[in-house]
């Protein structure tokens, strides 16, 4: 989901439908940057906390500031509502992966009901745009970025947490008019999913894009996965049409169809809350066979984990990557599977002096700081973390939590890390790495202490 480049991607010698047509940038593919919208200073932090240390709340401090607020921007074209930059000069829009940890957190501080609002807004206002040049099967996509003018609309989403950071925002704050505004949008965005990633609908999500650039594609997931080497973008298997190109990814990720099964989850649950029980039926009937698509096809014994399949001979692809945990931040597993997954996790293939690799150790292709093979992010241990402790393997989710926070604590707050060495990578005070608190606030860590004041850990 990051990207180390600026890609110029109008053209390219593919050619795209009249409705694809990306739209113009500037000559010298500058964007727009947007002011920031700093009232960081205007918040006091610390009293909201309590910690076992000093570099605790120091650390706690440091990421509300500069991970949550300073990242918040006034409107910019397109954006018509307050919105949130991950970070550093290239990241100039509003990602889905990035800004779900982002309001997660602002909605624990008081009065930011509306900016979080106007967050989501940017989503649906999306949408909105999208739908009114798209073919109605590619209609209710939410790109990956809301880029700033006058970059182009990126043409493919990004893992689907959508539902589950609303989730978690109505959680902290009870905001039933985010509710209202989002859970019918969710709805309407989980099924553009399912219609255009499960093509041979068995219950399984691959990648794609309708630019038909395969890296697009790629970056709907974790960019440079090695599980995705030898990913081919093909027409869709069943459907023809006049406009109709190779959009759809032909291998099936298990992390990606992890992070719906998440979301599903979360929409069942807040379409329950609105009192929608047949949506929330809807919702449960593609999480039942998601899940059993996933334990019959993607679970490997010997592996210890979900890999990755093709999508038309459902094939495994032999290598286990960071996508292949996420289905324990799902609940996927069977205990069975969840205890096997846990030991794999606790072997030298995967116990780097800095936990966990995103690639098998033992793989060829793994180097401690190479991006997506072999580094480390802070989200993303947080997302296993959080599956080993539901799954009651908490001493194993501590041990990742602690060492997350303590390198964190030592070398700063950083977009990812070097798995052996515990160096910063990519950008400093990078938005997603506001996680490295929520592992805390969940309970997740042992070592690293910090609660709500008078409020239980949320989860």
């Given at each position: 989901?990051?990207?180390?480049?600026?890609?110029?991607?109008?053209?390219?010698?593919?050619?795209?439908?009249?409705?694809?047509?990306?739209?113009?940038?500037?000559?010298?593919?500058?964007?727009?940057?947007?002011?920031?919208?700093?009232?960081?200073?205007?918040?006091?932090?610390?009293?909201?906390?309590?910690?076992?240390?000093?570099?605790?709340?120091?650390?706690?401090?440091a990421v509300f500031r500069k991970c949550v607020l300073e990242k918040i921007r006034p409107p910019v074209e397109p954006l018509q509502h307050t919105w949130v930059q991950p970070g550093g000069p290239y990241y100039m829009g509003q990602w889905i992966w990035?800004?779900?940890?982002?309001?997660?957190?602002?909605?624990?501080?008081?009065?930011?009901?509306?900016?979080?609002?106007?967050?989501?807004?940017?989503?649906?206002?999306?949408?909105?745009?999208?739908?009114?040049?798209?073919?109605e099967y590619a209609r209710d996509m939410v790109t990956v970025a809301i880029k700033t003018a006058p970059q182009e609309v990126r043409q493919f989403s990004q893992i689907p947490i959508l539902a589950w950071g609303a989730e978690r925002v109505y959680q902290?704050?009870?905001?039933?008019?985010?509710?209202?505004?989002?859970?019918?949008?969710?709805?309407?965005?989980?099924?553009?999913?399912?219609?255009?990633?499960?093509?041979?609908?068995?219950?399984?999500?691959?990648?794609?894009?309708?630019?038909?650039?395969?890296?697009?594609?790629?970056?709907?997931?974790?960019?440079?996965?090695?599980?995705?080497?030898?990913?081919?973008?093909?027409?869709?298997?069943?459907?023809?049409?006049?406009?109709?190109?190779?959009?759809?990814?032909?291998?099936?990720?298990?992390?990606?169809?992890?992070?719906?099964?998440?979301?599903?989850?979360?929409?069942?649950?807040?379409?329950?809350?609105?009192?929608?029980?047949?949506?929330?039926?809807?919702?449960?009937?593609?999480?039942?066979?998601?899940?059993?698509?996933?334990?019959?096809?993607?679970?490997?014994?010997?592996?210890?984990?979900?890999?990755?399949?093709?999508?038309?001979?459902?094939?495994?692809?032999?290598?286990?990557?960071?996508?292949?945990?996420?289905?324990?931040?799902?609940?996927?597993?069977?205990?069975?599977?969840?205890?096997?997954?846990?030991?794999?996790?606790?072997?030298?293939?995967?116990?780097?002096?800095?936990?966990?690799?995103?690639?098998?150790?033992?793989?060829?292709?793994?180097?401690?700081?190479?991006?997506?093979?072999?580094?480390?992010?802070?989200?993303?241990?947080?997302?296993?973390?959080?599956?080993?402790?539901?799954?009651?393997?908490?001493?194993?989710?501590?041990?990742?939590?602690?060492?997350?926070?303590?390198?964190?604590?030592?070398?700063?707050?950083?977009?990812?890390?070097?798995?052996?060495?515990?160096?910063?990578?990519?950008?400093?005070?990078?938005?997603?790495?506001?996680?490295?608190?929520?592992?805390?606030?969940?309970?997740?860590?042992?070592?690293?202490?910090?609660?709500?004041?008078?409020?239980?850990?949320?989860?």
């Amino acid at each position: 989901m990051r990207r180390r480049q600026f890609l110029k991607l109008a053209g390219g010698g593919i050619a795209l439908s009249p409705w694809l047509q990306p739209s113009v940038i500037a000559a010298d593919g500058s964007a727009a940057t947007g002011s920031v919208l700093d009232n960081s200073k205007d918040v006091n932090i610390r009293p909201l906390f309590e910690a076992n240390s000093e570099e605790v709340l120091a650390l706690a401090e440091a990421v509300f500031r500069k991970c949550v607020l300073e990242k918040i921007r006034p409107p910019v074209e397109p954006l018509q509502h307050t919105w949130v930059q991950p970070g550093g000069p290239y990241y100039m829009g509003q990602w889905i992966w990035d800004t779900m940890f982002v309001v997660d957190l602002l909605s624990i501080l008081p009065g930011k009901q509306q900016v979080i609002r106007d967050v989501f807004q940017n989503y649906w206002d999306f949408q909105d745009r999208w739908n009114k040049k798209m073919p109605e099967y590619a209609r209710d996509m939410v790109t990956v970025a809301i880029k700033t003018a006058p970059q182009e609309v990126r043409q493919f989403s990004q893992i689907p947490i959508l539902a589950w950071g609303a989730e978690r925002v109505y959680q902290r704050n009870r905001d039933r008019e985010l509710l209202k505004q989002c859970l019918g949008r969710l709805e309407r965005f989980h099924d553009w999913f399912w219609r255009e990633r499960d093509v041979t609908n068995i219950g399984l999500i691959a990648v794609g894009s309708y630019s038909g650039i395969l890296q697009h594609a790629r970056w709907e997931t974790f960019d440079y996965d090695c599980a995705m080497d030898d990913l081919k973008l093909t027409p869709h298997p069943t459907r023809e049409g006049p406009n109709e190109g190779a959009w759809y990814g032909d291998i099936c990720m298990a992390g990606n169809t992890a992070y719906l099964v998440l979301g599903e989850r979360s929409l069942a649950r807040l379409a329950e809350i609105a009192g929608d029980q047949e949506m929330a039926a809807r919702r449960k009937t593609r999480i039942e066979k998601a899940v059993k698509a996933m334990r019959d096809h993607m679970w490997d014994e010997q592996a210890g984990t979900f890999l990755a399949v093709r999508r038309d001979s459902l094939e495994k692809i032999p290598v286990a990557t960071i996508s292949s945990w996420i289905p324990l931040a799902a609940g996927v597993p069977t205990q069975a599977m969840a205890k096997r997954m846990a030991e794999v996790l606790a072997s030298p293939a995967w116990q780097t002096p800095l936990p966990v690799p995103t690639v098998d150790r033992t793989d060829k292709r793994w180097k401690s700081n190479a991006f997506w093979r072999g580094d480390v992010w802070p989200p993303t241990n947080y997302q296993i973390a959080s599956g080993l402790a539901a799954y009651g393997h908490k001493d194993l989710a501590a041990d990742i939590a602690d060492k997350t926070i303590a390198n964190a604590i030592k070398n700063g707050i950083s977009e990812h890390y070097d798995s052996v060495s515990g160096q910063p990578l990519g950008v400093k005070d990078y938005c997603m790495s506001s996680t490295l608190v929520t592992m805390m606030l969940d309970g997740l860590a042992q070592e690293h202490n910090l609660n709500l004041r008078d409020k239980r850990p949320a989860h």
